[in-house]
């Protein structure tokens, strides 16, 4: 499934993820086997409880599978430990959520700083990564703000600079416009297609279709399963 000469990022086979509701079994994930090639940008959509979110928490380590199995960059992921899990997190995934998820307290570069905080960088060193990223999002004038004086927009960008801080290999986001006007949106996804084009690889959750519209391959899911792919 789109595969190129780059090789798979992602590879999930026959995975399952059951959650136990009471006397009741929810199959969030249902067997789902598919690969997402390096250099690649998806979309995975489908209604509310179709698996989609639980496909990106399990993409991106945070959470396990019951059964079946997942490798990213080739690495079983069923054999790591928290600690190791936590490590593949923080040096090879970056994450944009729709509620942002920035630090009130903290500055803008304080907030694009932190994942490199966690990976022991000098400070001079992620002042001046903050600020490359920054500009990069257009927000170099706002390093100093806090997050309750930026838009939603704004606040955005510095949750997309915040994500490529550790040069990631793969971009998670959901729902990334979910939280903005459609105007905002597009500004969202165009940076988005930018970051693809100079070669990151992105999956994102959306249920907007013009949104969906920006990827490449969409994947829709239905009921923990893979319904179809369509590419473009």
């Known amino acids: 499934m789109t595969t190129t000469q780059n090789g798979d990022i992602v590879s999930l086979h026959q995975a399952r993820k059951i959650y136990q509701m009471g006397n009741q079994q929810v199959r969030a994930l249902d067997g789902v086997s598919v690969s997402f090639s390096r250099g690649s940008f998806w979309a995975i959509m489908g209604p509310s ?3 989609k979110s639980t496909m990106m928490n399990i993409i991106g380590c945070l959470d396990r599978l019951t059964d079946g199995h ?16 936590s490590e593949r997190r923080l040096r090879h ?3 944009i959520f729709q509620s942002f998820n920035l630090i009130p307290q903290l500055t803008v570069q304080r907030n694009i700083e932190l994942p490199l905080y966690y ?12 600020l490359e ?41 959901d729902e990334p ?31 907007e279709p013009d949104i969906a519209a920006h990827a490449r391959c969409r ?14």
Request: glycine residues 10%; negative net charge; aromatic residues 4%.
């Open 49 to 51: 409880g179709s698996g």
């Open 70 to 85: 997942y490798a990213l960059e080739g690495q079983d992921v069923g054999t790591l430990d928290d600690d190791d899990l």
């Open 93 to 95: 995934i970056g994450f």
């Open 119 to 130: 990976l022991g960088w000098e400070a001079e060193e992620s002042a001046a990564r903050a």
């Open 133 to 173: 990223l920054a500009r990069r999002v257009g927000l170099e004038e706002r390093l100093n703000h806090r997050p309750t004086e930026l838009s939603g927009g704004q606040m955005q960008r510095v949750a997309i600079a915040r994500a490529l801080a550790n040069d990631p290999h793969l971009l998670l986001a």
């Open 177 to 207: 416009t979910g939280n903005l006007d459609s105007a905002t949106g597009v500004q969202i996804m165009q940076l988005l297609e930018e970051l693809y084009d100079e070669g990151k690889t992105i999956i994102m959750v959306t249920h």
């Open 219 to 232: 994947l829709h899911m239905k009921d923990g399963r893979v319904d179809r792919i369509e590419e473009s």
